[in-house]
C-alpha cells in the first residue's frame, strides 16, 4: 500500500515560480517511477515529467526548460519545480507513483496550480 500527499499549488503570475511536492509513504519500496501529471478543465489528464528509480527524467515538450523534476530518497518526497510559468500551465496536478508490487499506479490527490496573466 502506497499513499501519496501533494502540497504546495497555489495562484502565482505569469512568470513566476511554484515547488510542488509528493510524500509518499507505505510500501515505498514497490514504486518504481513517479509521475507528475496534470489535467485542465475541459482537457485530458496529461504527463508532464516522469523520474524513474534510477533517476532518469522525462518532460512534455510543453515544459522542457520550465519545470524540473527532482526526488529525496531520504524523505520519499518528489519535487516539480515550475519556472516561467504560463496561464496554459492553470490546471490540477496530480503526482503518480508506478507501484510494482503488486502492480498498480497510486495517486496524490490533486493540487490546483493557476497562472494569472
Known amino acids: 500500500q502506497v499513499q501519496l500527499v501533494e502540497s504546495g499549488g497555489g495562484l502565482v503570475q505569469a512568470g513566476g515560480s511554484l515547488r510542488l511536492s509528493c510524500a509518499a509513504s507505505?510500501?515505498?519500496?514497490?514504486?518504481?517511477?513517479m509521475d507528475w501529471y496534470r489535467q485542465a478543465p475541459g482537457k485530458q489528464r496529461e504527463l508532464v515529467a516522469a523520474?524513474?528509480?534510477?533517476?532518469?527524467?522525462s518532460y512534455a515538450d510543453s515544459v522542457k526548460g520550465r519545470f524540473t523534476v527532482s526526488r529525496d530518497n531520504s524523505k520519499n518526497i518528489v519535487y516539480l519545480q515550475m519556472n516561467s510559468l504560463k496561464p496554459e500551465d492553470t490546471a490540477v496536478y496530480y503526482c503518480?507513483?508506478?507501484?510494482?508490487?503488486?502492480?498498480?499506479?497510486?495517486w496524490g490527490q490533486g493540487i490546483q496550480v493557476t497562472v494569472s496573466s
Open positions: 523520474i524513474s528509480r534510477g533517476g532518469a527524467t
Open positions: 503518480n507513483a508506478r507501484v510494482t508490487i503488486p502492480p498498480y499506479n497510486a
Open positions: 507505505g510500501s515505498t519500496f514497490s514504486i518504481n517511477a
